[in-house]
């Protein structure tokens, strides 16, 4: 048998990659993560999440092979690489049966080991069990008994330790893009990544397109319709966006550092205390770090009491603003506030509801405009045709795309997966 490649997870949606490379000897996933595409289906939290393995299953988030889930393990024939901390990547790994090799970057490890301490933990985010193999770029890991190799080369997106990869199988060469960006704070990472490509004889190119869509979106239009009937509802004095020109990352740094300065609050650091109040050990380290290094950080997500007079003299840096913005108006509203919005637009109904809400609240507050500021964490659909021209492989393979017949004419030998996620190699 020669080589076959089926992209379980990953074929006509963004994230969820399961992506299986077989020889006769063995086999390996590039990466095993989450499907919210198909979970969003099916169910919702916290009233009805998925409750265990075969509830996954029964839906199709998870491909159906004996023995590959710890519920019911079995002989371990395949070994797992996760390219990046994502949860759309790494988010089943913690599904898989005891003892199966799971290889990462070293921090790739620590980011999940992170998630694993702050965030809540379920019967699905155990990690323990599995036999976990840590790397960085420059180092490569042989499968025992099997003739595949796997490089990993460091790339940039929009989480640190994210990887490309080179599987070397079946004497084949496999390249895989992972989540890729040439417009990050690291472009050099993603550059060495091309390098890479560019110096070896890849066959088959595994390459993502997140940001590959039509002109004419359909989901995007049902979106704006949307928004703009929830503008209806909301009446008049709806907060504006106000989008600050970026390009790279490096221009969202400066445009935050601006705004930081141009608002009252960074103008005075010099009484601002750290609030190290129910800080966890993770996060402490985090702001040591940070300050060692001349930073400063105003950072509050705990004492929520206490943020109504903070917000006069801090930075308030929060994953989910839901969670800050009700506790300052509560205390005081109008407040003034410089908003800065800096995460990707909705891309769902779900994202849409929430983002209304926080819409909401800002008028609430008197605040009527926000600023965006923000790059997207995957590389332009030109960049990523710069990302094929270096493979030139002998076949292009899309991923991570909902519109993968859009690649085609990036390459005269395109093969977009089949529905059952099987790739035409021949
Ligand atoms: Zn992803």
């Known amino acids: 048998m020669g080589v076959r490649v089926t992209v379980h997870g990953g074929n006509r949606e963004i994230g969820g990659n399961k992506i299986l490379v077989e020889t006769g000897d063995g086999g390996v996933f590039l990466d095993f993560g989450k499907s919210y595409t198909i979970e969003d289906q099916f169910f919702e939290v916290p009233w009805n999440p998925p409750f265990h393995i075969p509830s996954l299953l029964s839906v199709g988030a998870l491909p159906d092979i004996p023995g590959l889930y710890r519920h019911e393990p079995g002989e371990h024939r395949y070994a797992v690489v996760v390219s990046q901390p994502h949860l759309d990547h790494v988010g089943y790994v913690p599904l898989l049966s005891p003892g199966t090799p799971v ?31 840590l790397l960085r770029t420059g180092g490569a890991v042989e499968l025992p008994d099997s003739d595949i190799k796997i490089i990993p080369i460091h790339v940039d997106h929009s989480v640190p330790a994210s990887y490309g990869f080179i599987v070397e199988a079946g004497g084949m060469c496999i390249a895989y893009t992972g989540d890729i960006r040439m417009h990050g704070a690291r472009p050099d990472l993603s550059e060495d990544f091309l390098n890479e490509l560019r110096a070896k004889p890849v066959d088959i190119l595994l390459c993502e397109g997140t940001r590959v869509r039509p002109a004419e979106d359909p989901d ?115 407040c003034d506030v410089t908003f800065v919005l800096s995460k990707s637009e909705a891309f769902n109904e779900e994202m849409l509801i929430s983002f209304d809400r926080m819409l909401h609240w800002l008028r609430l507050y008197g605040c009527n405009e926000y600023k965006v500021i923000h790059v997207s964490g995957h590389a332009s659909p030109a960049d990523l045709q710069t990302v094929v021209e270096a493979a030139n492989p002998n076949l292009l393979v899309p991923i991570h795309t909902r519109f993968p017949e859009l690649m085609t004419p990036w390459h005269d030998s395109v093969r977009v997966p089949e529905p059952s996620g099987v790739v035409d190699l021949s």
């Not at 490890?109 to 965030?119: F, P, Q, W």
């Not at 800080?279 to 001349?294: C, F, I, P, S, Y």
């Open 103 to 133: 290889i990462t970057g070293v921090d790739t490890k620590n980011l999940v080991d992170i998630r694993l301490e702050s965030m809540q933990t379920s019967w699905d985010s155990e990690i323990d069990h599995l036999d976990w193999q």
């Open 220 to 334: 995007i239009k049902f979106l704006q319709d949307m928004a703009a009937n929830l503008h209806l509802r909301m009446g008049g004095d709806i907060p504006q966006p106000v989008q600050v020109d970026c390009a790279t990352e490096h221009d969202v740094r400066d445009a935050l550092e601006q705004t930081m300065k141009d608002s009252h609050g960074a103008a005075d650091p010099i009484d601002a205390e750290v609030y190290t109040k129910g800080r966890e050990k993770w996060e402490q380290q985090l702001v040591d770090d940070w300050t060692a290094h001349g930073g400063d950080v105003y950072w509050g997500l705990d004492g929520r009491s206490e943020l109504r007079n903070m917000a006069e003299h801090y930075v308030i840096v929060s994953p989910s603003c839901v969670g800050v913005l009700p506790e300052l108006a509560y205390r005081a509203h109008p």
